[in-house]
């Protein structure tokens, strides 16, 4: 696709509920990396792919959070039994090759807001 | 792992005043880039410098690195209200193999 798409933009839950968010790269984009961004904070890394293998998943919160990678293309990001603490935008972002050498296209985010 | 730090956390201008903030890290980098981001959304890549550069331009941005202080700094000059949202540095490499590492970013508002 032309961007990185992500769904849905928005998401209310209640806690305790699991949800799975969506992350469509750029097409041809091995590299997949997502982020967590809390109201007013940085971003913080949760975990990034090449190809379908997750290098790194140092930044997983817990083990509520797991996320896969299909075909070297879309990733899906699951969080289970969700908790108040969870409500965040979550970020995707795709590169060709490595990203840190060329720079990240990220998506619009999901906001999740957990009731 | 390396984290980036912005400075100031928020930045008040008039347009058509240069804006200038920072970023420092604490460790060895291969790049440093900067991105901007509008309404807590997505984040856009601005300019990319690589640890070997010291001076970068992009039309009205200019970044330069200093790697002895460990320091980057991003100016933007005859700012446009347009140019108001939130600035980050993320960085690549040292301690954060493989992906970037972003600090809390500057929040930089441009009075019309």
């Known amino acids: 696709g032309a961007g990185v798409s992500q769904s849905p933009s928005n998401k209310v839950t209640e806690k305790g509920k699991d949800v799975e968010l969506r992350c469509d790269p750029i097409?041809?984009?091995?590299?997949l990396y997502w982020y967590r961004q809390s109201l007013g904070q940085g971003l913080e890394f949760l975990i990034y792919f090449q190809g379908n293998s997750a290098p790194d998943k140092s930044g997983l919160p817990s083990d509520r959070f797991s996320a896969e990678r299909t075909g070297g293309s879309v990733s899906t990001l699951t969080i289970q039994r969700t908790q108040q603490e969870d409500s965040a935008v979550y970020l995707c972002?795709?590169?060709?090759?490595?990203?840190?050498?060329?720079?990240?296209?990220f998506g619009s985010g999901t906001r999740l807001t957990v009731v | 792992s390396q984290q980036g730090e912005e400075d100031p956390q928020a930045l008040s201008i008039q347009e058509g005043e240069n804006a200038t903030m920072n970023c420092s890290y604490k460790?060895?980098?291969?790049?440093l880039q900067w991105y901007r981001q509008n309404s807590g959304r997505g984040l856009v890549h601005l300019i990319l410098i690589r640890s070997n550069e010291r001076e970068k331009h992009s039309g009205r941005l200019r970044v330069t690195l200093d790697t002895s202080k460990k320091s980057s700094s991003l100016l933007i000059t005859a700012s446009r209200a347009a140019d108001t949202a939130s600035y980050f540095c993320?960085?690549?490499?040292?301690?954060?193999?493989?992906?970037?590492?972003f600090g809390q970013g500057t929040i930089l508002t441009v009075h019309p």
């Open positions: 460790t060895s980098i291969n790049n």
């Open positions: 097409s041809g984009h091995t590299a």
């Open positions: 972002a795709s590169s060709s090759g490595t990203g840190v050498y060329y720079g990240y296209t």
């Open positions: 993320g960085l690549a490499g040292g301690t954060s193999y493989g992906k970037l590492t």
